[in-house]
């Protein structure tokens, strides 16, 4: 029997796609990139960006310096300002979701529908255009307080603003909601999971006070990392996942790829010449009877960094117990 195609037997289907290309150059030929027809195919709104400029696309500090190694040359790029702050209260309505040369998430314009001011705020995942998100940062509306009968019921008000894209004070947040911008104190702007597909897990609220004047104290959250950091009551938090969660899984498919995105190679320093780092220069593959060190000679490898320091007061100790047995044994 012949084998056709038709009986070949079918592929699972993954739990995403990422689009893959025919090979019809090298270059082409691994590469894989999420699938995002979602995004804005114009340009950004200008007034909200500046452009890219200086020894700041070379990893130089303002002396000239390299500060950030395999940092160069990269395609023009425009940074966007993000309010990372969102005090504004009121709705705002998502006009578009937009492509961040700057970073892995990606950006949704939103426009006020009071003043019709416009900014941008990190994308949470599964926003689109046309959605409406607000921030309670600066205090419950009065017509929510309304629709709860004039009193604030805690699970009435998470029903009503923990929504995807929302921006509230930790406290508000209900435990095991998935938060993205996550700030760590109050008044200044998100600092943690800001990249695509990042968020922490609001786990516990601390509390002082007596049974009946309970006040909150500070809010834990646990990292992606599993790492637990607690943060201000009034820190501010997006509800939801940062989006492009596939950032990850993309593949460049050759080194161009890398050069138009600032990234400059990596040399291995047996490569390089003795002027150049420790291990370099000689005749052939040899690093001169040197133990692996970096460029500027700090050890590498036999867990400098890792293992635990030595305590001399420790083994002081441990020594003048040894010389009293000694002692006790010759009398």
Same mark, same amino acid.
């Given at each position: 029997?012949?084998?056709? $195609?038709?009986?070949?037997?079918?592929?699972?289907?993954?739990?995403?796609?990422?689009?893959?290309? /025919?090979?019809?150059?090298?270059?082409?030929?691994?590469?894989?990139? $999420?699938?995002?027809?979602?995004?804005?195919?114009?340009? $950004?709104?200008?007034?909200?960006?500046?452009?890219?400029?200086?020894?700041? /696309?070379?990893?130089?500090?303002?002396?000239?310096?390299?500060?950030?190694?395999?940092?160069?040359?990269?395609?023009?790029?425009?940074?966007?300002?993000?309010?990372?702050?969102?005090?504004?209260?009121?709705?705002?309505?998502?006009?578009?979701?937009?492509?961040?040369?700057?970073?892995?998430?990606?950006?949704?314009?939103?426009?006020?529908?009071?003043? /019709?001011?416009?900014?941008?705020?990190?994308?949470?995942?599964?926003?689109?255009?046309?959605?409406?998100?607000?921030?309670?940062?600066?205090?419950?509306?009065?017509?929510?307080?309304?629709?709860?009968?004039?009193?604030?019921?805690?699970?009435?008000?998470?029903?009503?603003?923990?929504?995807?894209?929302?921006?509230?004070?930790?406290?508000?947040?209900?435990?095991?909601?998935?938060?993205?911008?996550?700030?760590?104190?109050?008044?200044?702007?998100?600092?943690?999971?800001?990249?695509?597909?990042?968020?922490?897990?609001?786990?516990?609220?601390?509390?002082?006070?007596?049974?009946?004047?309970?006040?909150?104290?500070?809010?834990?959250?646990?990292?992606?990392?599993?790492?637990?950091?607690?943060?201000? /009551?009034?820190?501010?938090?997006?509800?939801?996942?940062?989006?492009?969660?596939?950032?990850?899984?993309?593949?460049?498919?050759?080194?161009?790829?890398?050069?138009?995105?600032?990234?400059?190679?990596?040399?291995?320093?047996?490569?390089?010449?003795?002027?150049?780092?420790?291990?370099?220069?000689?005749?052939?593959?040899?690093?001169?009877?040197?133990?692996?060190?970096?460029?500027?000679?700090?050890?590498?490898?036999?867990?400098?960094?890792?293992?635990?320091?030595?305590?001399?007061?420790?083994?002081?100790?441990?020594?003048?117990?040894?010389?009293?047995?000694?002692?006790?044994?010759?009398?």
């Amino acid at each position: 029997m012949a084998f056709t $195609p038709a009986s070949a037997p079918m592929r699972k289907e993954s739990g995403f796609q990422m689009k893959t290309y /025919k090979p019809r150059t090298p270059g082409v030929r691994h590469l894989k990139r $999420p699938i995002n027809d979602h995004l804005w195919k114009g340009k $950004p709104h200008m007034p909200l960006t500046f452009a890219k400029v200086g020894h700041g /696309k070379g990893g130089r500090n303002n002396s000239g310096r390299v500060v950030m190694r395999h940092h160069g040359g990269g395609h023009r790029r425009r940074i966007r300002t993000v309010d990372y702050v969102r005090k504004e209260s009121g709705k705002h309505i998502v006009e578009r979701i937009e492509y961040d040369p700057n970073r892995s998430a990606h950006l949704a314009l939103v426009e006020s529908v009071k003043t /019709k001011e416009k900014s941008y705020i990190i994308a949470s995942e599964g926003m689109r255009a046309g959605d409406t998100v607000e921030s309670y940062l600066s205090g419950i509306p009065r017509d929510l307080l309304d629709s709860m009968g004039g009193v604030m019921d805690p699970g009435m008000l998470a029903a009503k603003t923990a929504f995807r894209g929302n921006c509230l004070p930790m406290h508000m947040v209900p435990l095991g909601t998935q938060v993205y911008n996550v700030g760590s104190t109050p008044g200044k702007g998100a600092v943690f999971c800001r990249s695509a597909g990042t968020y922490a897990t609001v786990i516990a609220r601390e509390e002082v006070g007596s049974e009946k004047n309970k006040k909150i104290k500070d809010v834990t959250v646990r990292l992606q990392s599993g790492e637990v950091r607690k943060v201000a /009551k009034d820190a501010c938090a997006t509800i939801g996942v940062a989006s492009n969660p596939h950032h990850q899984f993309r593949q460049l498919g050759k080194a161009g790829r890398s050069r138009w995105l600032n990234i400059r190679p990596t040399v291995r320093g047996l490569a390089m010449n003795a002027a150049d780092h420790p291990h370099g220069g000689g005749r052939g593959k040899s690093k001169g009877n040197v133990h692996p060190v970096s460029i500027w000679g700090t050890p590498a490898k036999s867990g400098y960094k890792t293992r635990k320091k030595r305590n001399p007061n420790k083994y002081v100790v441990q020594e003048r117990v040894r010389n009293q047995g000694k002692r006790k044994r010759d009398n």
